[in-house]
């Protein structure tokens, strides 16, 4: 008798717990920090957008857990992330960070991510090793050595033998400038490096100097959002006559802003994870989406980061039954699908994005321009994480 009571107690207090359990599990949190506020609102819009459009077509159930968003704003300031995140964390008991405009915010997050063990699906950043800060960072957009490289092999083959690179001074600028410079010098060509700094830049001392070492192209990297001013200065020097070619990885063109460049950007040569003139029915049906949501705002490549991001978070949910932690980044590794911007999967060792990489020219198309995808070079890993391995 005695005994079994205490073996109906003991089953009871399972039961309890198991149940609890469940309760305490029923809603995931994701906690979304982007810049919403300062210079780079535009590209935090773009990522929001991105994600939010995915949840309006998918739903907000998952493995039966409820899926909240929570959105904060960091201006793009990496102290006020890693706050944010650390606030989420322990207030908001968040299953998931993610965002990541730049890459000092990111960079900032990820210890906090691995004490935590807390999944951090960077989204829109790009530097090649942030993926190495914490074993809990997956990373959706691209990193510019992987979008670069394939520069440097197109502009010697097509007769560009004198090059000067125009980088924002931090992570993926430098990794665009090496990347670049390497491959293109290795194949015999010739480079001189400039870097300009990224807070409020002035790009006319810089322009000057390349003015006088008439190259045969001007390589440009500059965050997206600072596309346009490079542009408007870029006109302003007179180099849309100048005959020196403007080539790059594609953040300089990029889609939201590039309609309103104006003829100065016909030409431009860039490789790129992600155009909106992309021709698939996943990405035409993307394209319409997002317009339909946004007012008619065109989605760039932080946008489809966004939205892809939520992807993988809501097929790795899927997959562990909606756990999250170590379990969570485990089922994210090796994961593949098709993206609007083609096919990508998740590399299992670096936990870094494989996809195709596009040879792109500024082209007008029915009166608005576009970067007119026409190479691609196949799943491409980063290069420098592979470099590494080998
Ligand atoms: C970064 C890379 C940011 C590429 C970007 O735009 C970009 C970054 C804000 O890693 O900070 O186009």
Do not use: C
């Not at 691209?142 to 980088?167: C, H, R, S, Y």
């Not at 409020?200 to 322009?207: A, G, Q, V």
């Not at 190259?215 to 180099?239: H, I, S, T, W, Y």
Request: without cysteine.
């Amino acid at each position: 008798m005695h005994r079994r009571t205490l073996i109906l107690a003991a089953g009871a207090a399972a039961l309890m717990a198991a149940v609890s359990g469940a309760q305490a599990q029923q809603t995931v949190k994701i906690g979304l920090i982007l810049p919403l506020t300062g210079p780079f609102t535009a590209i935090g819009r773009q990522v929001e957008m991105g994600a939010r459009l995915y949840m309006q077509q998918k739903g907000n159930t998952v493995a039966g857990q409820t899926i909240e968003l929570v959105v904060k704003d960091d201006g793009s300031v990496a102290d006020t992330t890693k706050r944010i995140a650390q606030d989420l964390i322990v207030n908001e008991k968040v299953n998931v960070l993610a965002g990541f405009g730049l890459t000092p915010l990111a960079l900032a997050t990820a210890p906090l991510a691995t004490q935590a063990k807390v999944p951090q699906v960077v989204m829109a950043a790009g530097t090649a090793t942030i993926t190495e800060a914490s074993p809990f960072i997956v990373r959706t957009s691209f990193t510019l050595p992987q979008a670069t490289e394939p520069m440097g092999d197109w502009a010697f083959k097509n007769g560009i033998k004198k090059v000067v690179t125009l980088v924002s001074d931090y992570g993926p600028g430098i990794d665009s400038e090496k990347a670049f410079s390497g491959v293109f010098t290795k194949a015999g060509g010739q480079v001189e490096n400039l870097r300009v700094p990224l807070a409020n830049p002035d790009f006319s001392p810089f322009l000057q100097k390349v003015a006088d070492a008439k190259p045969d192209a001007l390589f440009v990297f500059v965050p997206a959002g600072q596309g346009a001013q490079f542009m408007k200065q870029f006109v302003e020097r007179g180099f849309d006559k100048s005959g020196i070619k403007l080539i790059g990885p594609g953040d300089v063109t990029d889609d939201e802003v590039l309609n309103n460049m104006g003829d100065v950007a016909l030409g431009a040569i860039t490789t790129h994870h992600y155009s909106v003139a992309h021709d698939s029915p996943e990405n035409k049906a993307f394209v319409e989406a997002f317009k339909r949501a946004s007012n008619g705002t065109r989605p760039n490549f932080m946008a489809v980061g966004g939205y892809d991001g939520m992807h993988l978070i809501y097929e790795g949910l899927k997959k562990t039954n909606g756990q999250g932690g170590q379990a969570l980044i485990d089922a994210m590794k090796g994961m593949s699908w098709t993206s609007p911007r083609g096919p990508v999967s998740i590399d299992p060792q670096t936990r870094d994005i494989i996809q195709n990489i596009y040879v792109r020219k500024v082209e007008r198309v029915n009166g608005e321009l576009y970067n007119v995808e026409f190479a691609t070079i196949p799943n491409v890993k980063d290069p420098v994480k592979a470099a590494k391995a080998n």
